[in-house]
């Protein structure tokens, strides 16, 4: 139901953005690049939740050569995150990075410029603007009411000094934490350009709140066909950024993986415990990789029925259990027995 | 920057819904409404976090008469949900009901329609009419791609009905658990009629997939100006659907309450425990009903600048923690000392 905005397509590492790519699911990592251990650990578990690319910070030449190791040892996309030094991007790509995240705009003269564009036109590693409502440069309106104007100009200017380069592997991102400011900014550029673009609100605080911002600003513009690749900024353990994206494309039918958890709320009618029914079905399957939806209802007049679109489900009443699929009851047995008689219809389904 | 579409305006037991009066956030008990003593104390408590009408399920004449002894003991407006049997309305609304959830379609007869119709409009009492995805009548298309059209035709033939009799005091939802059915649906409905909608995704799940779903459905829609009165579904305690109503609503700058959290996701430039400190700041400032924003960020170089919008802020770098305002540090004391220098701040602000 969602037409997706045409734009052109960059390849990261093998991991292609834009075009009609599927996508994808990035994150950071908010480990000391140098700690090679620690970053490579970081990188495996967000890899086995589903992480398609994955960014690290670039604050000195050290954690640019570490790049060279980390690489060897993990199997998704690696992405350098630079600030203000063109030899750290220069490095990171010498030492393997798939793509660049700077802002040409604060490397600063264009001869240094020049040289990254030059190194990264050569190994054909795509560089993401990455403009942020809170690093804009002087000389553009930092006022609340241009703010999203004033994201999308940093970004085609910046776009400009890229293209005048002849350089044109570019990804764009135009964060902001106020999430209307980053969906106008979003729905301006994507009016304007056809370069792929990356999502985020940024700063979007800790694990509840950020999840709400995220998914408000992402899922509009996702409804509106607009992203190519996204990531979810949490202050918090980055494994839940890589939940959190694919929940997010999953909620929208854009992507499909593992489990989609369909309950409906308790209500005065419901006389099981569904709170904690639901989360134990939650835990138990949270790690399948084959799509599949499964419905806890609360109540056996309602539940089948409303939930008739799970692949199966489960609902109770009192001391008794009961299985459904496609909206039909098709087992009954004692309440304690239906998370095992569950488990075992879907090691059956699957 | 949001405009918002035009609709009627009705009152709920002295909040307004519709026309220009504030998006309301609502929510539903999950007690059984026959203990009242266990419903009012979750009524009160939800009214603390910020609920400005609560819905209760009356399944039966007991519950009915519950309301009485309820409304006597709270605050906010009370909405009785009713299904299948008129006398249920009829009691309610005799008991104090402030509004009723409905649908004449499954109420049958048109005799009984008329007769909850009649009580209604002689009392003034508003109905929302409640379609779901999952309970839709015969006849109408149950496939996933005509769900949106059929949940708009559900709708409206449920408005006419009323309509017939004369009666207008009416709010609509139409609620499905795939999001982007709900949000075309919504719009939908939007474009043919001004009756206020109370928005809401059904059966969202668990906390994080729930918040997820809800924040992409409502907020997209509350971005297009459509959302008179929000509820979040929750398979969770429903203190967090309130939590949940106002982060969106704060997200999109449609209301103002308590605290605003901007925290930066930590990267590799990080030298504090950011997660730890978000949430310290989290927790200790929740409970404040004016509204703050606050950032809490990792480092000093980027932080006080891309937060320059936060009333106040904290950010560090080994064992120094700094106070920032407006973007510019106005104090620096040892990391330890951090939180209560920003606390002793903070109530000089409030």
Same mark, same amino acid.
Request: proline content about 4%; some cysteine; overall charge positive.
């Given at each position: 139901?969602?037409?997706?905005?045409?734009?052109?397509?960059?390849?990261?590492?093998?991991?292609?953005?834009?075009?009609?790519?599927?996508?994808?699911?990035?994150?950071?990592?908010?480990?000391?690049?140098?700690?090679?251990?620690?970053?490579?650990?970081?990188?495996?578990?967000?890899?086995?939740?589903?992480?398609?690319?994955?960014?690290?910070?670039?604050?000195?030449?050290?954690?640019?050569?570490?790049?060279?190791?980390?690489?060897?040892?993990?199997?998704?996309?690696?992405?350098?995150?630079?600030?203000?030094?063109?030899?750290?991007?220069?490095?990171?790509?010498?030492?393997?990075?798939?793509?660049?995240?700077?802002?040409?705009?604060?490397?600063?003269?264009?001869?240094?410029?020049?040289?990254?564009?030059?190194?990264?036109?050569?190994?054909?590693?795509?560089?993401?603007?990455?403009?942020?409502?809170?690093?804009?440069?002087?000389?553009?309106?930092?006022?609340?009411?241009?703010?999203?104007?004033?994201?999308?100009?940093?970004?085609?200017? #910046?776009?400009?000094?890229?293209?005048?380069?002849?350089?044109?592997?570019?990804?764009?991102?135009?964060?902001?934490?106020?999430?209307?400011?980053?969906?106008?900014?979003?729905?301006?550029?994507?009016?304007?350009?056809?370069?792929?673009?990356?999502?985020?609100?940024?700063?979007?605080?800790?694990?509840?709140?950020?999840?709400?911002?995220?998914?408000?600003?992402?899922?509009?513009?996702?409804?509106?066909?607009?992203?190519?690749?996204?990531?979810?900024?949490?202050?918090?353990?980055?494994?839940?950024?890589?939940?959190?994206?694919?929940?997010?494309?999953?909620?929208? #039918?854009?992507?499909?993986?593992?489990?989609?958890?369909?309950?409906?709320?308790?209500?005065?009618?419901?006389?099981?415990?569904?709170?904690?029914?639901?989360?134990?079905?939650?835990?138990?399957?949270?790690?399948?990789?084959?799509?599949?939806?499964?419905?806890?209802?609360?109540?056996?007049?309602?539940?089948?029925?409303?939930?008739?679109?799970?692949?199966?489900?489960?609902?109770?009443?009192?001391?008794?259990?009961?299985?459904?699929?496609?909206?039909?009851?098709?087992?009954?047995?004692?309440?304690?027995?239906?998370?095992?008689?569950?488990?075992?219809?879907?090691?059956?389904?699957?």
């Amino acid at each position: 139901m969602i037409k997706r905005r045409k734009t052109g397509k960059i390849n990261i590492g093998g991991v292609e953005i834009g075009g009609n790519s599927p996508v994808s699911v990035q994150s950071m990592c908010n480990t000391d690049t140098r700690d090679i251990r620690t970053t490579v650990n970081q990188i495996k578990a967000m890899t086995d939740a589903g992480c398609e690319l994955i960014r690290v910070a670039v604050p000195d030449r050290c954690a640019a050569e570490a790049i060279f190791e980390i690489k060897k040892q993990v199997k998704i996309p690696l992405i350098a995150d630079i600030h203000f030094d063109y030899r750290l991007a220069l490095e990171s790509m010498k030492n393997g990075a798939d793509a660049l995240r700077l802002n040409p705009g604060n490397i600063g003269k264009r001869k240094f410029i020049q040289k990254v564009v030059n190194e990264a036109g050569q190994r054909e590693i795509p560089i993401r603007i990455g403009v942020n409502a809170g690093s804009l440069e002087k000389g553009l309106s930092h006022k609340q009411e241009d703010l999203a104007d004033s994201l999308v100009e940093s970004a085609m200017r #910046n776009v400009r000094v890229l293209e005048e380069m002849d350089f044109n592997l570019i990804k764009v991102s135009l964060k902001a934490s106020d999430v209307t400011t980053m969906v106008i900014a979003y729905r301006k550029f994507a009016g304007i350009s056809d370069y792929p673009v990356h999502l985020g609100v940024t700063e979007a605080g800790t694990l509840k709140s950020g999840l709400i911002k995220s998914s408000i600003g992402m899922g509009s513009l996702l409804l509106d066909g607009i992203g190519d690749t996204i990531r979810v900024s949490l202050t918090e353990n980055p494994l839940e950024e890589v939940y959190a994206g694919w929940e997010i494309l999953k909620a929208l #039918n854009i992507r499909k993986r593992g489990l989609t958890l369909i309950s409906c709320p308790t209500c005065g009618r419901c006389t099981i415990e569904l709170i904690s029914l639901a989360k134990q079905v939650e835990e138990k399957f949270k790690n399948i990789k084959k799509p599949l939806t499964i419905a806890v209802m609360g109540c056996p007049v309602n539940g089948p029925g409303e939930a008739g679109f799970a692949d199966i489900g489960i609902c109770g009443a009192n001391d008794e259990g009961y299985i459904f699929k496609q909206g039909k009851i098709v087992g009954k047995v004692p309440f304690d027995e239906l998370i095992p008689r569950l488990e075992s219809e879907i090691y059956r389904l699957l």
